[in-house]
């Protein structure tokens, strides 16, 4: 994986390198995770052949804080979470209860995003919320675990957030905070296996959107035989 150092972000990374469970690699430049882009962020952004941007957020929050990309046609806004969600910390008490309850009402939404990160068009597709932390590391660890990256994999990229993002303030969001581990990302994956059988039964997309992800993310030598 690699940093990102664009203007106004603090979590960017380029997902390039995770290895497969077969041997391949995800293939640098296809997937980056972020925090939401700031305006003088914008020119590295689409320097970085960035051709789809898929904001995580709600309706809501980019009324309130519009992306510097709306109107671009790279730009989409899929939201993940259901309108009344508009507060994690109200819907359950830990960051593994939380990421099991966006999942459980969540997979048509979420199958939206991955299905538009499958047929994205060739270059960088930017995935991102406001932190680039929960909704962000859930979709991600949806499209790697497609592509076959190893949880153990997966888990450690997502609890990299947690040095590169301050917690706030109060005492709840520093609690939730201090969960941005490897640990609570194995046991979402855990979750989603257990309850659901994996991601492409949880998402519903069928297997032709499965094949069209991994071509699109992985290095020829990372497709299953």
């Known amino acids: 994986m690699t940093a990102l150092s664009w203007p106004g972000c603090a ?36 320097g970085h052949d960035v051709r789809l941007v898929l904001d995580l957020r709600l309706a809501g929050e980019c009324a309130t804080d519009p992306s510097p990309l709306a109107g671009h046609p790279a730009y989409r806004n899929l939201s993940v979470l259901r309108d009344e969600d508009d507060v994690l910390e109200a819907i359950a008490d830990t960051m593994p209860a939380i990421y099991q309850a966006i999942l459980d009402r969540g997979a048509d939404r979420l199958a939206a995003v991955i299905t538009a990160i499958a047929l994205a068009p060739p270059g960088a597709v930017l995935v991102h919320c406001h932190s680039g932390r929960d909704r962000t590391g859930l979709v991600v660890a949806l499209a790697l ?11 450690r990229d997502y609890a990299l957030t947690a040095s590169c993002l301050r917690p706030g303030t109060e005492e709840r969001a520093r609690r939730l905070a201090a969960q941005v581990t490897e640990a609570t990302m194995l046991r979402t994956l855990a979750h989603l296996r257990d309850r659901y059988g994996g991601a492409a039964p949880y998402l519903g997309v069928g297997e032709s959107v499965v094949t069209l992800l991994r071509a699109r993310l992985t290095e020829p030598s990372g497709a299953p035989a």
């Open 145 to 155: 675990t497609l592509a076959g990256v190893p949880d153990e994999e997966i888990a």
């Open 11 to 46: 979590n960017t990374r380029d997902l390039g390198g995770l290895p497969t469970a077969w041997g391949g690699r995800i293939r640098k430049g296809a997937l980056i995770r972020s925090d939401r882009p700031r305006p003088d962020g914008v020119h590295a952004l689409l």
